[in-house]
């Protein structure tokens, strides 16, 4: 079966063919770039994008698949979380399609989205495992028993973590979004340099919190002369980041524990995050756990997600009305 995924939550234009919600035929990403001058998404020219790159990408995931429209068994499309106008325009192009061509179509929550994409490609993944959500919207730890079932053990209170990184990365002078360029800064850093505040660390319970770190940073940083700056920008990022990793470590490792589970999957934009990846494995491993996350393509938004969650969607629940709506507050449970 042949699911073409559409994907507009934010600002990626996202396209993709997937055959049986395991092989990805294309997988096409259009990023809007004009938002860095504005240090942040601007919702309405995130639209007016979207509604510029649809077609063509579309067009060009379909030409890269080898297919043609008639061939396609299936649509799905995001229909939440993300920001209302960009998600109305993938939406309805999406279900424009599908009723025009006769071809059932299915809404994808954003989240299962991405939860799916390390099914996608990690065959021997256990469908009982932990997964860990973080982007630039998230910060969930979730027990997923299979595909559908799932139980959130605890988000963030306040910022998601990919914000965090986004902001500190602005603080630092490395444009937007610099989560990936904070990353590699940090390499060349001294992660003890600053002891920067590990939120909720000692509390129990799986919930997070950012909004505080990010400030601790913040005024760190204003009491810095510009060489100050400039000579220690390696050793904060390292220091932010290590601060920001430590937590969700800790946090997904005890959830395994707690749980008696043996697999976590990283998903989401920050599960490119080379500290999170090695410390995660680190730990991990003294328990014997396994650690999985998908390739960098499928780890930020895509539609090779979409589309294969939309499978698994239409199997289980067959297809969606029409009149189905653009939610951007979506929850996962
Ligand atoms: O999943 P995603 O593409 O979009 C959302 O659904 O939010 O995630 C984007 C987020 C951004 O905050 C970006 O800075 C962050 O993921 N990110 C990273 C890295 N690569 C992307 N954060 C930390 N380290 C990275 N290597
Ligand atoms: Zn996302």
Do not use: W
Not at 132 to 157: N, P
């Amino acid at each position: 079966m042949l699911t073409l995924g559409i994907e507009t939550s934010c600002d990626e234009t996202a396209a993709a063919v997937v055959r049986d919600g395991q092989e990805v035929l294309a997988n096409i990403i259009s990023s809007q770039s004009i938002h860095s001058k504005f240090g942040g998404v601007v919702p309405e020219i995130a639209s007016r994008q979207h509604l510029k790159t649809i077609l063509p990408v579309y067009e060009k995931a379909l030409k890269e698949a080898g297919v043609n429209l008639d061939e396609i068994d299936l649509i799905a499309a995001t229909n939440g979380p993300g920001l209302i106008g960009p998600l109305l325009v993938g939406l309805t192009f999406a279900k424009g399609l599908a009723f025009a061509r006769d071809i059932p179509f299915v809404a994808v929550n954003h989240l299962e989205g991405h939860l799916v994409a390390n099914l996608l490609e990690h065959k021997e993944l256990k469908r009982h495992h932990l997964a860990l959500i973080v982007s630039g919207g998230h910060t969930m730890l979730v027990e997923v028993r299979d595909f559908g079932e799932y139980q959130l053990l605890g988000a963030t209170k306040d910022d998601a973590v990919g914000e965090a990184f986004d902001k500190v990365a602005k603080l630092l002078g490395l444009g937007y979004p610099g989560g990936a360029k904070l990353d590699k800064l940090a390499q060349s850093g001294n992660p003890s340099f600053v002891k920067f505040p590990r939120a909720l660390r000692l509390e129990k319970s799986f919930e997070f919190s950012y909004s505080g770190l990010k400030t601790a940073v913040a005024l760190y940083l204003k009491k810095l002369s510009e060489t100050e700056l400039k000579n220690q920008k390696a050793d904060i990022a390292a220091s932010f980041q290590e601060a920001a990793i430590e937590v969700l470590v800790d946090k997904t490792v005890l959830a395994a524990k707690q749980k008696n589970i043996s697999d976590v999957a990283l998903s989401g934009g920050v599960a490119a995050n080379s500290r999170l990846r090695s410390l995660m494995q680190e730990k991990l491993s003294i328990s014997g756990g396994r650690l999985f996350y998908p390739d960098i393509k499928l780890c930020t938004d895509n539609a090779a997600m979409i589309a294969a969650a939309g499978f698994y969607r239409y199997q289980k629940n067959g297809p969606d009305e029409f009149n189905i709506d653009a939610t951007p507050y979506l929850k996962l449970v």
